[in-house]
Nanobody, 122 residues
Framework: QVQLVESGGGLVQAAGSLRLSCAAS????????MGWFRQAPGKEREFVAA????????YYADSVKGRFTISRDNAKNTVYLQMNSLKPEDTAVYYC???????????????WGQGTQVTVSS
């Protein structure tokens, strides 16, 4: 079992920045590919970013490419999502998740955190 806890969400003005963290316990994250997803009210949960267990590959949704950066520190068992140039449409609950395979598909992710709210005001 892997337990994931997100933090770092909050209220920020448009064009501002936030850094989300996802701390894991139970098992080392180094065996898992990690992803960030988000869900806005009334919408499906969508892929945001992912990073391979070896840190050699990263993937981003087109909507966040060039603004968000995913990273991980396997020694600290933590994954990060740096979000810059935030827009009101980035408002959502952000979830981190762990997958045994390299994937951007929500169904591939086995473990999920409880989510952290990000609100971007215009």
């Amino acid at each position: 079992q892997v337990q994931l806890v997100e933090s770092g969400g909050g209220l920020v003005q448009a064009a501002g920045s936030l850094r989300l963290s996802c701390a894991a316990s139970g098992r080392t994250l180094s065996n898992y590919h990690m992803g960030w997803f988000r869900q806005a009210p009334g919408k499906e949960r969508e892929f945001v970013a992912a990073i391979s267990w070896s840190v050699t590959s990263t993937y981003y949704a087109d909507s966040v490419k060039g603004r968000f950066t995913i990273s991980r520190d396997n020694a600290k068992n933590t994954v990060y999502l740096q979000m810059n140039s935030l827009k009101p449409e980035d408002t959502a609950v952000y979830y981190c998740a762990a997958s045994p395979i390299r994937s951007t598909a929500r169904g591939s992710y086995r473990y999920w955190g409880q989510g952290t709210q990000v609100t971007v005001s215009s």
